[in-house]
Nanobody, 115 residues
Framework: QVQLVESGGGLVQAGGSLRLSCAVS????????MGWYRRAPGKQRELVAR???????SYADSVKDRFTISRDNAKNTVYLQMNSLKPEDTAVYYC?????????WGQGTQVTVSS
């Protein structure tokens, strides 16, 4: 079974930066999509960013031009660089691996942005 482990979350002041990592116990190139999602208390989980197997990326409008998703296939790791953080970015961030048959999720890492 594939396992995903997120790291890099924490407490940061508004305007600061964090980089999240998602280490995958498998070969990430076999997944059609790797993505980052987030969930704030009382809110539905939302897609933040995704990267396709071919390398194309997409972002939620709320994070576009501030966040960057990337991957290192040799390390089977996906990253989310978060710059210019805002209090509304506060959430638990989850890594996801998706293909036509399966979805795999990490347990999440907390990101808290103070005013």
């Amino acid at each position: 079974q594939v396992q995903l482990v997120e790291s890099g979350g924490g407490l940061v002041q508004a305007g600061g930066s964090l980089r999240l990592s998602c280490a995958v116990s498998g070969t990430i190139s076999r997944f059609n999509v790797m993505g980052w999602y987030r969930r704030a208390p009382g809110k539905q989980r939302e897609l933040v960013a995704r990267i396709l197997r071919g390398g194309n990326t997409s972002y939620a409008d709320s994070v576009k031009d501030r966040f960057t998703i990337s991957r290192d296939n040799a390390k089977n790791t996906v990253y989310l660089q978060m710059n210019s953080l805002k209090p509304e970015d506060t959430a638990v961030y989850y890594c996801n691996a998706h293909d036509i048959m399966s979805d795999y999720w990490g347990q999440g890492t907390q990101v808290t942005v103070s005013s």
